[in-house]
């Protein structure tokens, strides 16, 4: 059974930063694209940046975009989201999620959480002065 441990999230302060990390427990991550969403109280939840497996493309919400950068460590089985300048927007819990690639090029498709198969349980992070 695919797992996910998500770790990171925390209370900070607008315009702070914050490391999330995904890592996977017993399957590896270097066949799956995977996808980092967010869900904020009472909205639907939404993608937010997503990455190829071993070629490393990847694919950022246009509200994201120069902020937030998603990376893999295939090594260490891990995918990493670093968020940066971040807002009271960004408050959400935020999910991890993996699909196996099909190597169809990352676009629009690939922020769409009804396209991925595992999810992780999700870390907080709040941004709140």
């Known amino acids: 059974q695919v797992q996910f441990v998500e770790s990171g999230g925390g209370l900070v302060q607008p315009g702070g930063s914050l490391r999330l990390s995904c890592a996977a427990s017993?399957?590896?991550?270097?066949?799956?694209?995977i996808g980092w969403f967010r869900q904020a109280p009472g909205k639907e939840r939404e993608g937010v940046s997503c990455?190829?497996?071993?070629?490393?493309?990847?694919y950022s919400a246009d509200s994201v975009k120069g902020r937030f950068t998603i990376s893999r460590d295939n090594a260490k089985n891990t995918v990493y989201l670093q968020m940066h300048s971040l807002k009271q927007e960004d408050t959400a819990i935020y999910y991890c999620a993996a699909v196996p690639d099909c190597w169809r090029p990352l676009g629009l498709w690939a922020l769409s959480p009804a396209k991925y198969n595992y999810w992780g349980q999700g870390t907080q992070v709040t941004v709140s002065s």
């Open positions: 990455i190829s497996s071993s070629r490393g493309t990847t």
């Open positions: 017993r399957f590896t991550l270097d066949s799956f694209v």
